[in-house]
Nanobody, 121 residues
């Protein structure tokens, strides 16, 4: 059974920092792109940042320069360092990873359960 387990959310004041972690566990043959999405109340889920297995990162304009995505391939883990947090960053943050479940199979997207990030003004 494959799982993505997130941790690191919480309540922080504006200007503060948080670090999210997401670890993939279970039986799989490889991990492709990994990323973080977020969904605020009444809004659609949006991409925050993504990273390829080689470490190339992509960011939403709203977080560029404040957030940093990274990954540890040996630990099957992706991180999101969030600095200079703003109230508008408040949302449930979801981890996403493309996993290959068989040796020659296609990559399939998996989601974590979500972790709440609340930024107070």
């Amino acid at each position: 059974q494959v799982q993505l387990v997130e941790s690191g959310g919480g309540l922080v004041q504006a200007g503060g920092s948080l670090r999210l972690s997401c670890a993939a566990s279970g039986s799989f043959f490889g991990i492709g792109a990994m990323g973080w999405y977020r969904q605020a109340p009444g809004k659609q889920r949006e991409l925050v940042a993504s990273i390829t297995p080689g470490g190339s990162a992509n960011y939403a304009n709203s977080v560029q320069g404040r957030f940093t995505i990274s990954r540890d391939n040996a630990k099957n883990t992706v991180y999101l360092q969030m600095n200079s947090l703003k109230p508008e960053d408040t949302a449930v943050y979801y981890c996403n990873a493309d996993l290959r479940l068989s040796l020659y199979g296609a990559y399939v997207g998996y989601w974590g359960q979500g972790t709440q990030v609340t930024v107070s003004s």
